[in-house]
């Protein structure tokens, strides 16, 4: 039994060592468009304080994290119930991204870094003065569609 269990496990390891490497081209063109198409629907729900359509990115079967400056979330449920009680009192937010970078680094893992700058303003009508921001995003490939897994977001001091 003790023999059958080794030569079966070297057949494993030997198989594993046997499979190529996934080919794929981190500046392919139109993963690059699938992944900003899903970061700008996200901004867009931003920009009109829409915590659904921030946080339809991350629906599906994975975990989401964020961390925004010494706060950890976990669960899209329970982000979606924390964005929704911010945006009750903002009208509207308007932000710019002034540099960002999308990283493929397999074909299902990618990552956005993003510096920013934006404003939001409340139901009285005031308006903030610009803040700047630091955002990390890791995307994962889940059945085809990009996925936000992990957001980090600081604000610059």
Request: glycine content about 8%.
């Amino acid at each position: 039994m003790r023999l059958l269990i080794v030569a079966t496990l070297a057949g494993v390891l030997s198989l594993a060592a046997c499979q190529q490497p996934v080919e794929f081209d981190p500046d392919d063109p139109e993963t690059i468009a699938a992944i900003e198409a899903v970061l700008s629907e996200a901004m867009e729900g931003a920009r009109n304080v829409d915590a659904d359509r921030v946080l339809a990115a991350a629906e599906g079967e994975g975990e989401l994290t964020l961390i925004t400056g010494d706060v950890m979330l976990g669960g899209v449920d329970y982000i979606r119930e924390t964005f929704r009680e911010t945006y009750s009192g903002l009208e509207g937010q308007d932000q710019t991204v002034l540099a960002s970078q999308v990283r493929v680094l397999s074909p299902d893992v990618a990552i956005v870094i993003a510096v920013s700058e934006g404003t939001y303003t409340d139901k009285a009508g005031w308006t903030s003065d610009p803040v700047g921001m630091g955002h990390t995003l890791v995307l994962v490939r889940e059945s085809g569609e990009w996925k936000i897994r992990h957001a980090h977001q600081s604000i610059a001091p």
